[in-house]
Structures are given as C-alpha cells and as structure tokens.
C-alpha cells in the first residue's frame, strides 16, 4: 500500500474535569497506572491480570468461583475462560440488582413509530423475564436449546433474550428485516427448536407483515417445534400449526419468580450470523462470561458509560450491536432506548426528536446514516436541545472526514468526543476504539481497547506505521468467538491462516505519527491498478468531499491494461442531478488528489448503495452486480432494489 495520508489536525481535547471523572482514570487510579498506553501494555503483557481486574471491576458475580482466567491447552485458536467458573449472565444483568437503587432505576425507555412509549424499570423486566421464562419451561424447553428471536426492536425483545439466557438456552438473534429464506437458513443451520417472533411492525407510516414473512420461514425451517407471536399490531398470526402459541398465552398464570439455571461460564449463550459482507454468513458461537463481558469493558473503557447515562445506539437486536447494547448496559445498571420505526418518519428530525424527549446521553450512529442526514442540512439539528449528550459513537463503515466534521460541529459543538468503534462479531465488541483521555483527528481511532494486542503488517507480518496494512491481534481475548457454529475449519481458515498463531481480521488500518489509529475498509476490498494499490475509502472520502455526493463506493474491475480499473458509484444530495459534466469533474478530483493512474474509468450516479442493517456497504455485491456475476448471500440487505440499480448501470 501507498503511505498513509488519511489524518489530519487534532481538533477534540477532553477537558481535565472529564479525564478526572472518567471510568478509564478511575479503572487507572485503582491499579497505580499513569498512563492509557501504560494500561494497554500492561494488558497485555499481564492477561490474568487484566481480564481477573476486569470481571471486578465489572462486579462480576459467580456462583463458583473461576480457578483460573484462560486456558489455552487447547492453542490460542480456542481458548477456554473463567476455567471450573459457574456463572449465568441473567444473574449479572438483572437478578443481582434486585433490593438493590437499581430496581427502581428505568432499565429501557421505548418508544414506536407511531408515537406509542412506554418506560421499563430494573425491576419490572427482571419480573417479566422471570414469567417469560418460566413459560418457556413450561412449553418444555430446556438448556442448550437454539432459538430464534425474530421480532422489531419493542421491550419484549429483551425480555425473551433474557428469558432464554436464563433457562440455559441459546439466542439466535435474527434481523427484523430479513426475508424468509434468510430466516429459514439460519433456524436450519442452527437446528432451532423454537422461534420467538411478532406479528408485525410499523415502518414509514405502514404496517410490515412479519408474520407472513416468518410463516413462509417456518415452511423451510422443520427444526421448529414451539412458535411464540407477540401481537405488537394485532392484525396478523403465524401460521405454523400444532406449535404456534401467542405471548400471553406463554406468560398467562406465571409466577414473577423464577430459578436461573446455574451454567457453566464458559458455556453457550448465543449464536449470531454475521451480515454476510464477504459471503455466506457464518455463525459466531459466543458464551455467557465471553460477549457481555467484552460488551461492558467496551462501555466501561471506551464510551465511559456508568449507571446515569441512558445510551441509545441505532441498531437492530439481529445484529451484533444489538446483543451488545442489551447485556453491556445492564451489567452497568444504565438505561437504553429501544426505538422501534425508520429514522426519517415522519421527518429527518426523528433521531434529534428522541435524543431530546427521552434524555439520550450516548448516541451511536453510523457513518452511513450520518451521510444520510447530512442531506437534510443543519436545521433538523438546530431545532432540538441536545444538551444532555455527552458522548457521540458511531460503529459500522469507515468514516470519511467531512461526514465526521458534520456529526461534529453540527451535533456535538465541537465539544463533544465521537468514540469511534471497530471490531466485529466474531469479536463480540472492538478491537480499536477511541476514549475520552485522548485528543482526536477527524476519523481517528484512540488505538486498540485494553487487552486487544492488535498491530498492523504488511504482507510478510512485519509492522509498519504511518503505511497502510493489515490489522492483526496477537493474543486471544474473553470476548472472542467460540469459533464458527458446526464449522471449525471455516473459523480456523478465515482468522488463522494467513500468519500463524495470529488473528487477521480482514481490515485494512494505519497508525499515524501521533500514535492515532484508522480503519479504512475491508482488505478483501482492495483495488489494484498498475500495481498501485489503493483502499476504496481513500477514493470515497475524495468524492463526498464534493458538495453535490452524499455517498459513494468505489471498486475495481478487471482492466487487460492496468489489473484492474477503477469503477464509482454516487449518490447525490437532493436537488442534484447527474450528468457527464459532474462525472468528469468527480473524475478529475480524484485524479488530482491521488495520482493519474487512479483516475476512475467511470463515474456512476445511483439513488442508494446496497448497504446491510447495520449500514456496512457491501462492495462485493456491487461488483458482482456490476461484473453481472454470482452475488452471494444477500440475506443481510437492507436496500434488495439499490442492487436493480448497480446492474442496470453496468
């Protein structure tokens, strides 16, 4: 790759009242360590010691005590955590806060489409959990059992994901935008025997028909034995015979108490498939001391929540983000908002709405839907009082500067931090992160969390700064997938194979002369032209500097010349309209800011990308769109028609 000229001025510094008060200093304080490179050294020089401080300072409480934290006999591909430890994660999350403040404190705040809320205590979702469950038991399932949760971003949603950790089951968290085949897919691959859905949602002003949706699922899915339907319309049922039961019916006649199996803490607690970026999705297998406590380290010490925040990241329960934000806050005893509708209904001010009505401190967007607001101007913004946030996040694609200067002058006031957040499933949260000790670049990264011993290599493993390579981890981490679910060879030849006894995460990174880290794609995305080789951010970040493009995506095709060409795709803000003058001048832009050769061949305006839910552009799919080739698994689509679109243009 070609040396890294992505950064920029440091435009955040955290002022020392924040420094003081942080969750980062005070995890420092406690263990006489001065400095945040300090502690991540020390991290992982000394991984006992950091994970063991971790789970105390989290509060982890075990009904056996762990004899040690890892074990790795087994190689570092498949490490073993909290080893002879007993500990259920419902216990953590809920159980221990009851006669405690935090009963009483509001667990989530909720809040529909069509303008329905309701607000949700400690003590009444443990209460619900507890009745959940025990209908569960009742219908006869039982520990290491799978099954799917397929339903919109309303409060039963935890309720039955808690519900079923607590009984010893497995989640299988499925996107609320799938179609039946994607459903049918996963339950099978899973071998699910049961399936938790809702008859509906709203979305944009109209009802959306889950039930039909996962009627058709359940045709392809004979695993399925128990379907529960939750009538948040009340308009339709799941028609799935003998083992379709509604919500209430489950929960009629139940005690509010109720036993929490005592698992293994290292036993199975979900299954999540990935989005399906670079092919079929695969099935990360994680456990009940590896993702929440990943998630809630990743709070603690990156976004610096605590119990007073109320943290409310726009997400779906189907994707990692989900699953994340419901066992890391309820570990801290914060509150989160569930919201469930589109963000641009009825107008682009929805998000700044709910930031404002319901005390939002935390806010996690991504990139994508940024791009997407900027389009709308400042005045949906301005109109609000957003004076209770205190911390901006964002996760999911790589930024480009001007977005992030938007989302930071216009919605921070250039006072707050955007916490920038990279990782994964597999993961189970991040291996960078930014954090409110340090001062940031537009774009920028803080560097990796606190025991994540990741480094960036060039193509022989070596590290290099200030030069793009390959973003690595050197060392396991409680939070890392099980491997993949009945597929190990396909987990050990993703992560495990390219360099040995290190995890290759697939993303291209930089690490600046200021010591600030950058994300810039997907490796597997890399366009090479004339054997120069250049990262699809790099092109995009040029073209949306361009006040007519609010999007773009950048490819590369095979060219008999050069390897490879490189090919655009825009989407401009409204009002602007495409022509070959625009593609011309977008053309030369490029061409002026990184060189001839990678000028683009073409220049191809669209009215969207296809993006999955959790706002990740999917390149491959627009190249094989393009190239008119097999697309893959496009289950994780958020956006089917922007695909029409990109072949349409070949």
């Not at 360590?33 to 971790?54: D, G, M, Q, R, Y």
């Not at 250039?414 to 916490?419: E, H, M, S, T, V």
């Not at 993303?507 to 794609?521: F, N, Q, R, S, T």
């Amino acid at each position: 790759m070609e040396p890294f000229t992505f950064g920029g001025d440091i435009v955040w510094r955290p002022s020392e009242s924040l420094v003081a008060q942080s969750r980062l200093k005070h995890f420092m304080d406690r263990h006489a360590i001065a400095t945040a490179a300090e502690l991540h050294e020390k991290s992982i020089a000394n991984p006992e010691w950091f994970w063991n401080s971790v789970l105390e300072a989290l509060q982890i409480e075990f009904y056996e005590p762990y004899s040690a934290v890892v074990d790795l006999s087994q190689g570092i591909e498949w490490p073993h955590w909290c080893v002879n430890g007993k500990m259920n994660i419902v216990h953590n999350c809920l159980d221990k806060w009851i006669g405690t403040p935090t009963e009483s404190r509001v667990a989530i705040r909720w809040e529909g489409e069509e303008g329905a809320t309701r607000v949700i205590t400690y003590g009444e979702l443990y209460r619900e959990v507890n009745r959940f469950a025990n209908g569960l038991r009742r219908l006869g399932l039982k520990k290491g059992e799978v099954v799917g949760i397929f339903m919109p971003m309303v409060p039963e949603i935890a309720v039955a994901t808690f519900a079923l950790a607590k009984i010893g089951a497995l989640i299988l968290p499925l996107f609320s935008g799938f179609g039946a085949a994607a459903v049918a897919a996963r339950l099978m691959d899973a071998q699910a025997t049961g399936l938790i859905t809702a008859d509906g949602f709203y979305r944009r002003g109209g009802a959306v028909d889950l039930a039909s949706v996962a009627s058709e699922a359940l045709l392809g899915a004979s695993s399925i034995k128990r379907t529960i339907v939750l009538p948040r319309l009340g308009t339709a049922t799941v028609r799935s015979g003998a083992g379709r039961l509604s919500w209430e019916e489950v929960i009629a006649g139940q005690s509010e108490k109720s036993a929490t199996e005592r698992t293994e803490a290292d036993d199975s607690l979900m299954i999540i498939y990935t989005s399906g970026t670079s092919g079929k999705p695969k099935g990360a297998l994680h456990t009940h001391c590896g993702f929440p406590i990943k998630a809630a380290q990743d709070m603690m010490h990156g976004l610096d929540l605590s119990a007073n925040d109320t943290l409310y990241w726009v997400t779906d329960m189907g994707w990692m983000m989900g699953p994340w934000e419901l066992f890391g806050a309820t570990l801290h005893g914060a509150t989160m908002l569930f919201y469930d509708g589109a963000l641009d209904h009825p107008g682009p001010s929805r998000l700044w709405r709910l930031v404002e009505e319901h005390g939002v401190t935390i806010l996690g967007v991504s990139p994508t839907l940024v791009r997407v607001l900027m389009r709308h101007g400042d005045e949906s913004v301005e109109q609000h009082d957003l004076s209770k946030l205190r911390i901006l996040a964002s996760t999911g694609e790589p930024w480009n500067p001007e977005p992030w200067r938007w989302l930071f002058e216009k919605v921070g006031k250039k006072r707050l931090p955007i916490i920038n957040y990279s990782g994964g499933t597999e993961i189970a949260g991040g291996i960078l992160m930014g954090n409110v000790l340090t001062p940031l670049k537009p774009c920028s990264f803080s560097g990796p969390l606190p025991g994540m011993a990741a480094d960036v290599v060039d193509d022989n493993g070596r590290p290099v700064r200030n030069q793009v390579g390959e973003l690595i981890i050197r060392q396991p981490w409680i939070g890392m997938t099980r491997g993949f679910w009945h597929d190990p060879q396909r987990y050990l030849q993703t992560y495990w194979s390219r360099f040995p006894k290190i995890w290759l995460h697939g993303d291209w990174a930089a690490i600046d002369e200021d010591g600030l880290w950058y994300v810039l794609g997907r490796s597997d995305d890399t366009i090479k032209v004339g054997g120069k080789r250049v990262g699809p951010a790099e092109i995009e970040s040029i073209l949306v500097e361009h006040p007519a493009v609010s999007e773009a995506a950048a490819i590369g095709v095979p060219d008999p010349l050069r390897g490879e060409a490189v090919i655009c795709f825009c989407v401009l803000v409204s009002g602007e309209h495409g022509d070959e003058a625009l593609a011309e001048a977008l053309k030369e832009k490029v061409a002026r800011s990184l060189g001839k050769p990678l000028k683009p061949e073409a220049i191809k305006f669209v009215s969207d990308l296809p993006k999955t839910r959790n706002a990740k552009i999917m390149r491959r799919v627009i190249r094989a769109g393009y190239l008119g080739q097999e697309m893959g698994d496009l289950s994780a689509l958020e956006n089917p028609l922007a695909v029409d679109e990109i072949q349409r243009a070949s």
